[in-house]
């Protein structure tokens, strides 16, 4: 199981090097949901990469690197929904591996489930562990930038507190500085 954790671990960070600039462009970018719907059910109905990770995991249920290709896959296929319950499975499985939660967070967002979207960042938050601060930096000043929006409204001191952690890990987003001087005016 060690083995697992950290090929899925090197695996996670070598799509978040390739994918990286697609996955924040896809965080920000809004699409007419009618049509990408449509899209999803086309997608995953015939997605060859997609048939043949359910096959791999069908066989062996616990095995979290084909598990994260799946998710990826249903990512980059705009499929939500099984997005989400593939990174669950994958967080069942891996409770202390934070980008799980992460990429569940993002495809919540995604899919436009913002208060579930919030807990997943929560949850991201609190399974980052010290000695992977340093290589989490951006996506945990999104988290907490998410996470500050959410609660702007109902709890402004945790929106405070959030995000001035988002700037203490990435000061130059402007989105995280604007709210910041939204809350503290």
Do not use: C, H, R
């Not at 405070?160 to 709210?179: G, T």
């Amino acid at each position: 199981m060690k083995m697992a954790k950290i090929n899925v671990k090197n695996l996670f960070l070598g799509l978040m090097l390739v994918g990286g600039v697609s996955f924040i462009n896809a965080q920000t970018t809004q699409t007419d949901s009618t049509q990408n719907n449509t899209a999803v059910a086309n997608q995953t109905t015939s997605n060859p990469t997609i048939d043949a990770l359910k096959k791999q995991i069908e066989a062996n249920p616990k095995d979290t690197e084909s598990l994260a290709k799946l998710a990826t896959a249903y990512q980059e296929a705009s499929d939500w929904t099984n997005a989400v319950e593939t990174w669950k499975k994958i967080s069942a499985l891996l409770p202390d591996w934070a980008p799980a939660y992460y990429s569940q967070a993002y495809a919540y967002q995604s899919a436009k489930d913002d208060a579930n979207a919030k807990l997943a960042y929560e949850k991201y938050i609190a399974a980052v562990k010290p000695e992977e601060v340093e290589q989490s930096k951006k996506n945990l000043a999104y988290a907490y930038l998410y996470v500050a929006f959410a609660e702007q409204k109902s709890n402004p001191a945790k929106a405070k507190e959030y995000i001035a952690k988002s700037l203490q890990y990435d000061p130059s987003n402007e989105d995280a500085v604007k709210l910041s001087k939204a809350l503290n005016s």
